[in-house]
């Protein structure tokens, strides 16, 4: 039975959804990966943001901050690390004006960590880049079989030796590990999760999510890899050690909104499409319109107003992942 959202519940996320002093975007500097991720549903056709496009996202920021209380960018790729040099500029642009105009700042990025070594992390936080979230795919046998390098070769030992290199450093930040569950290796997860308390559990910065394996339209066979529904709790859930005082992030309740389900949110993609959705992304109707060069939008009103079909429904569901009502 589909779950309706209360009158005062629904009123609080709509004000916060529709609220055109907070802007949140997602920015994919790149659509090119290092990676290649068995389960991935990217087809990486689209590379590095090219100059017009990067100056219309500055036009925007130009644009849009003067009027925010408070802006909020995510970057994502692709892997946005490729395009470092990218990120740093449009974050320094952001950085000057949010001082300028008071506006409160806040920025993130999903990465692959390859590419995040020391000098890299302490780069993006001083640009304000300070929440991360990797993905693990349990300990290196099973990790190295499905999150391959382009090159076909495994990636654990580097990504290990980064995230023990950022742990010796003093700045501040926040960095998720997102450890995929899959049916081949769930039955090493708890001790893979006490491996990485022992290692992380007491810096602050890092936090732990477990999360199983999807299959979200990628050309792969998962078969052997995507768990049944009914078991599934276990890695949503069961948090090995819970209780004892180190943060474990749960996956969203029935009361989460999705950005994609937001007023005020956007992904503006390297080749300048503005879309709603990061998973969607072969979908036609995620894109919403462009971003011009003098920083504007061009929307596409039928287009964008599909994406928010949940608050007039009030329906869970909708609002939890709009784009399952929308390419069922």
């Not at 003067?66 to 395009?83: K, M």
């Not at 996956?251 to 994609?260: G, L, N, R, S």
């Not at 319109?289 to 287009?303: H, I, K």
């Amino acid at each position: 039975m589909e779950r309706v959202r209360s009158d005062a519940k629904l009123l609080r996320d709509l004000a916060e959804a529709w609220d055109d002093t907070h802007l949140h975007l997602i920015i994919m500097p790149t659509e090119k990966c290092n990676f290649r991720c068995v389960y991935c549903y990217e087809d990486f056709s689209i590379g590095r943001m090219k100059p017009p496009v990067v100056r219309a996202v500055m036009a925007m920021l130009e644009r849009r901050i003067p009027n925010l209380r408070s802006l909020e960018i995510n970057w994502f790729g692709g892997e946005p690390t490729v395009a470092l040099g990218l990120v740093r500029e449009i974050m320094a642009h952001a950085q000057v004006l949010c001082r300028l105009h008071g506006v409160r700042l806040r920025a993130g990025m999903t990465t692959n960590g390859y590419l995040l070594g020391a000098p890299a992390y302490l780069d993006l936080v001083g640009h304000q880049v300070t929440d991360f979230q990797i993905s693990l795919d349990g300990p290196k046998p099973f990790h190295d079989t499905t999150r391959l390098q382009a090159n076909s070769s495994g990636s654990y030992d580097q990504i290990m030796a980064n995230l023990l290199a950022i742990l010796e450093t003093q700045a501040e930040g926040e960095i998720l590990l997102r450890i995929h569950l899959t049916a081949q290796n769930k039955a090493t997860i708890p001790a893979f999760v006490e491996e990485l308390k022992r290692s992380f559990g007491h810096d602050r910065r890092f936090r732990f999510t477990i999360q199983p394996i999807e299959n979200l339209g990628g050309d792969g066979d998962l078969s052997d890899l995507v768990i049944a529904s009914s078991e599934r709790r276990w890695g949503e859930n069961s948090h090995p050690a819970e209780g004892d005082g180190d943060e474990m992030e749960r996956k969203h309740d029935e009361t989460y909104v999705c950005y994609a389900a937001k007023a005020n949110s956007f992904v503006i993609r390297s080749d300048g499409r503005v879309g709603k959705c990061t998973v969607a992304l072969k979908h036609d109707h995620n894109t919403v319109g462009r971003l011009n060069e003098d920083g504007t939008f061009a929307l596409d009103e039928d287009r964008l107003n599909r994406w928010f079909g949940g608050w007039a429904s009030r329906e869970t569901s909708a609002l939890a992942c709009p784009a399952a009502s929308i390419f069922p």
